[in-house]
């Protein structure tokens, strides 16, 4: 059993030098990544109960970020002090996340590797699902792999799109045909889930949610910003209990 799906990582694999190209293919990720880094730093330390005077807030704390890609939440996070690892099924992305931590002075363990391949061996205290379990083969699979590989206590951000009339036209229509702005084929609407169906999945895990959190765009100021409408995407946050 696996939980990787193959065409989905020739599509990104496709596309992997472009990873810290603000302008290019990514460029949507990079508009969308300070909304997600805001949102998990936030929670994080309201959660550990971290000071914000602490100068490496999270250098007590082990993140896993599961289909890392070149690595545009790892680096963030290390930069926070938190001991940093990320996995990715495509092996191209892996090689760029490597270099760019270097160039940028990071030590972050990058693995050409999937949930379940890691097989417990080591637990986190934080798991970073962020835009990845749409795109996986196997999601029972999957959250199963990401309970063992967390802490008793331990947080996880699952951040994906919903699926709804509203997300087909804004993430599929308007995203990838109108506005160009992903590749067409990025993403299968049939594959997005909606928020009760993941918290039941979770739940069956023995996850606990949190908070379940929309992010919309606005297109007056162009920017991300944190909302109660998970029509499209959204994220939860929850415990291993």
């Not at 007590?60 to 963030?76: A, M, T």
């Not at 990071?106 to 061996?121: C, D, F, M, Q």
């Not at 029972?140 to 009339?165: H, P, Q, V, W």
């Amino acid at each position: 059993m696996t939980t990787i799906n193959k065409e989905e990582i020739q599509k990104f694999s496709s596309l992997a030098n472009e990873w810290w190209d603000v302008k290019g293919k990514f460029k949507p990720l990079h508009m969308f990544n300070p909304i997600r880094i805001e949102y998990i730093n936030q929670m994080i330390r309201k959660y550990f109960k971290i000071s914000d005077k602490e100068i490496d807030p999270f250098k007590n704390l082990k993140i896993l970020d599961i289909g890392c890609g070149g690595g545009l939440i790892s680096e963030p996070m290390a930069r926070l002090g938190a001991k940093v690892t990320g996995i990715d099924a495509s092996e191209k992305n892996i090689y760029v996340a490597k270099i760019h931590s270097k160039k940028s002075n990071l030590e972050i363990n990058y693995l050409n590797s999937s949930p379940e391949k890691l097989n417990g061996r080591e637990e986190f205290d934080i798991i970073l699902n962020l835009e990845i379990i749409e795109h996986v083969e196997d999601v029972e699979l999957y959250l199963k792999s990401c309970s063992k590989l967390l802490k008793k206590d331990g947080i996880m951000f699952t951040a994906t799109l919903n699926r709804t009339i509203t997300s087909y036209l804004k993430a599929i229509i308007g995203a990838e045909y109108i506005l160009r702005w992903l590749p067409i084929g990025t993403h299968d609407w049939n594959k997005f889930i909606r928020p009760e169906e993941l918290e039941k999945k979770l739940s069956s895990e023995n996850f606990k949610t949190i908070e379940v959190k929309g992010l919309v765009f606005n297109p007056l100021s162009n920017k991300w910003k944190k909302s109660n409408n998970l029509s499209v995407n959204y994220i939860i946050c929850s415990t291993k209990s």
